[in-house]
Structures are given as structure tokens and as C-alpha cells.
């Protein structure tokens, strides 16, 4: 079982080959969680530029993946910046190069390995721009304006769902909320003032379902990336338990030994 991981700043993390040694040599890692009994794993990738992979791989897990920065290369397809897919198991992938180098977000159902073909056509997105993806509107009748969701996948087995979040300035919320579902976010523009701190670009955390939290506000609007896990999301509100305020103290929940800087930026936030 994954342990709660809310929030850490991913530039906070040190990059490392072994994650992801046995599918991408050369690429390298961070870590954002991992079940060390399945061994899922939410990882920041970095490829750097020149690299290429032979075609015909397939793995043992299904890969999903957003790019941050750079471009990445599979067979005919080409994800830029918000470029997504999701591969199932057994999905037999063209060959991938990354010529100019790319950042990606990566999210893996079990351990990283080899396997062989066999894939479910049904749970594959070769890939969407989120770029170019429409904004629904509100998607909770109680979610506060100011919001709209670009959704990228629902799988049709499991109803877990990929979607990304914008919300505009100057806008919170006097609410907390609970979802039954385990809930995984990785801040990609903006920040979010909450019950644990500021968030900025490069936040993550895992939360596991029916974790009160909130409310959050935005002084200059953000985007984020949500994944669900264990069905779609669904929201209960309830008060908080302290009143929204701008600038909370940083007091984020951490397994032991995991980084913990509030503001590790550089040139770029990845």
C-alpha cells in the first residue's frame, strides 16, 4: 500500500537510474510514490536528448504519461508539451527516440518490466493533446466557479479517471472535501494555498480516499494533472475545520525520509 504523500515538491528529489533501468535505459528517475507490495509507481522521467529505444517493446503493466517539457517519439506518434497517452499491458510500442530530450510524468500499474503482447484495444489512448482539449464546465454542482476539467481518460473496467484542471486567480473556496477514492495530483502551473502549505509548480501528493482536505485558493490561477484511483471521482463537502486563509504554514505529511523542501525552484520547475 502506498503511504500518504501530501505534498512533496518534486525538484526536491534526487534523480536515479534504477526505476526505470530495466525499460528506458538511460532515463532517468524520481520517485513521487510507489506500493512496495505491487510495485505501481508515479515516476518524473527525463530523457535525455539523443535517446532512442528500439521498436517492439512491450510491458508487463500499463504506462501512462503526460509530457511536461521536450518531445518524446513513439512510432508515428509525437507528444509535445501535455502530450498524453495510456498504454495498457501488453501494448506493442514503435520505436521511441527523444531527440531534443523531454521531461514526462509517468504513472506505471506495476513494477516497470519487459512483458509480452496481448493488449486490451479497449483501454489504449495512443494519444490526445491536451493542448487542444475542450474545457468542460463546473463538474461538481457544488465546486466553486472558476474551474473547468479537460478529461483525458476513464477506463472502462475500473471507472479510474485522467483529467486536467484549470482554475482562474483570485479564487478559493470555504469548504473542505473527502472523496471515496484515492486521489493523486501533480501541480503543473500556478500555486495552491491549502490546509498544508503553498504549492507550487511541481507539487505531488497521493491521498488515499476519505481524507478530509482543503479548502484551497489561487492567487494566480493553476493547472493541474489528476489521476483517481479505485472508481471516478465524487466529492463530499464539509466545513473546515479552520477557516481558508492565504499563506498557510508548510506542514505537509511525509513517509519518513522522504525530501522535504517548500520551495526548491530553479530555471525550470522540473
Not at 510524468?105 to 513494477?111: E, L, P, V
Not at 493533446?129 to 466553486?144: Q, V
Not at 471515496?180 to 501533480?186: C, K, N, R, S
Not at 494555498?193 to 484551497?216: D, K, Q, T
Request: hydrophobic letters at 35%; glycine letters at 12%.
Amino acid at each position: 500500500m502506498r503511504p500518504r504523500i501530501e505534498f512533496v515538491q518534486s525538484q526536491a528529489l534526487d534523480w536515479e537510474d534504477a526505476p526505470v533501468a530495466a525499460i528506458r535505459r538511460g532515463v532517468a528517475a524520481r520517485v513521487l510514490s510507489r506500493d512496495p507490495d505491487t510495485g505501481a509507481c508515479s515516476l518524473m522521467l527525463r530523457y535525455p536528448a539523443g535517446w532512442s529505444g528500439a521498436a517492439g517493446q512491450s510491458l508487463a503493466c500499463d504506462e501512462e504519461f503526460l509530457v511536461l517539457d521536450g518531445a518524446l517519439r513513439i512510432g508515428d506518434q509525437t507528444y509535445t508539451q501535455m502530450g498524453y497517452a495510456h498504454l495498457p499491458g501488453g501494448h506493442v510500442r514503435g520505436a521511441m527516440s527523444a531527440p531534443e530530450g523531454a521531461v514526462v510524468i509517468a504513472f506505471y500499474s506495476g513494477t516497470p518490466a519487459e512483458g509480452t503482447g496481448g493488449a486490451d484495444p479497449a483501454r489504449l489512448v495512443l494519444g490526445k493533446d491536451g493542448m487542444a482539449l475542450p474545457y468542460t464546465g463546473n463538474f461538481h454542482p457544488e465546486f466553486p466557479p472558476g474551474a473547468g476539467r479537460r478529461m483525458l481518460y476513464e477506463d472502462p473496467d475500473t471507472g479510474d479517471q485522467t483529467w486536467l484542471l484549470g482554475t482562474m486567480g483570485l479564487r478559493w473556496a470555504e469548504r473542505a472535501e473527502r472523496h471515496p477514492v484515492t486521489e493523486e495530483m501533480f501541480l503543473i502551473a500556478g500555486d495552491v494555498h491549502g490546509n498544508l502549505g503553498v504549492m507550487r509548480p511541481g507539487a505531488y501528493f497521493w491521498r488515499p480516499p476519505e481524507i478530509p482536505h482543503g479548502p484551497y485558493g489561487s492567487l494566480t490561477g493553476n493547472i493541474y494533472f489528476f489521476r483517481t484511483k479505485g472508481g471516478p471521482l465524487s466529492t463530499e463537502y464539509e466545513d473546515a475545520p479552520v477557516p481558508f486563509h492565504w499563506w498557510p504554514e508548510h506542514a505537509p505529511i511525509l513517509p519518513e525520509g522522504m525530501a522535504d523542501d517548500p520551495q526548491p525552484m530553479g530555471p525550470k520547475p522540473w
